[in-house]
């Protein structure tokens, strides 16, 4: 494991920040820089924002394969309430929406420019009749989210994002969410045998770190995925499947 500081310009960048923005989180700092590039027409093609700015067909066709294992592993039904927390572009919710009864979806997100950019791509009238309801993440949108009383509580590509000093937050919020009993957590991450930091904004953990960090929910399944190489180092995708 190496022991030396790849994005330590980035990391003194941040902190820079934080001296002048103590409120603004990791993951707000990060997501605005994407918002940033997008509005200084720095585009990266394939990530979440950009196609769900300028390819709706691929925006539709990106998260499907990840929409129907999700589906048929919950087998779920058109009456159930689903919360997505880390929502993004909506390129998996848009599925959600769609397949979901009027209102029985609920996304959450740290800034509302990824998702507002979702609306636009799903189109008004999708939207006018599934009514999905949409927030920024703060203290009284988990709260509403906790009243929902969502059956399905879901967080795809986040987990491996949380900074370690948001961590705490980020597990503490998606258990308040699944306050339903019998609800069910579903989300991904990567696994290493220690942390470990492999991108400036992704992160590594043990298996017992996220067993630990959801301890008041009971695991039914942790499965092991395909391995990731990053700098000589191979770390495992996972998914893990949680019930109140």
Known sequence: MRTDNPYKA????FRSF?????????????????????EAGR??????LAI??????????????????????????RGHKVIEYGCGSLRLGAHFIRHLDRGHYFGLDVVSGFYEQGVRTIGAKLI????????????????????????VVCS????????????EAYYKNLARLTAKPGARLIFNAVLYEER?????????????????SLSELECLRAEIGRPRVKDGIEMKLAEFEFRR
Request: charged share 30%; hydrophobic share 40%.
């Open 10 to 13: 980035q990391d003194r960048r």
């Open 128 to 151: 006018a009749a599934k009514a999905p309801r949409l927030y920024a993440i703060s203290e009284e949108s988990v709260a509403e989210g906790a009243a929902f009383a969502a059956d």
């Open 43 to 48: 585009v990266n093609p394939d990530s979440a």
């Open 196 to 212: 470990h930091r492999f991108e400036f904004n992704s992160w590594a953990w043990p298996m017992e770190f996220y067993k630990d």
């Open 156 to 167: 795809n590509t986040v987990a491996v994002h949380v900074h370690p000093r948001e961590a």
């Open 52 to 77: 769900a700015q300028c390819n709706p067909k691929k925006f539709w066709e990106a998260a499907e394969p990840k929409a129907k294992k999700w589906f048929n592993t919950l087998k779920l039904k």
């Open 18 to 38: 934080r001296r002048q923005n103590p409120d603004i989180s990791f993951a707000k700092y990060t997501m605005d820089l994407v918002l940033q590039g997008m």
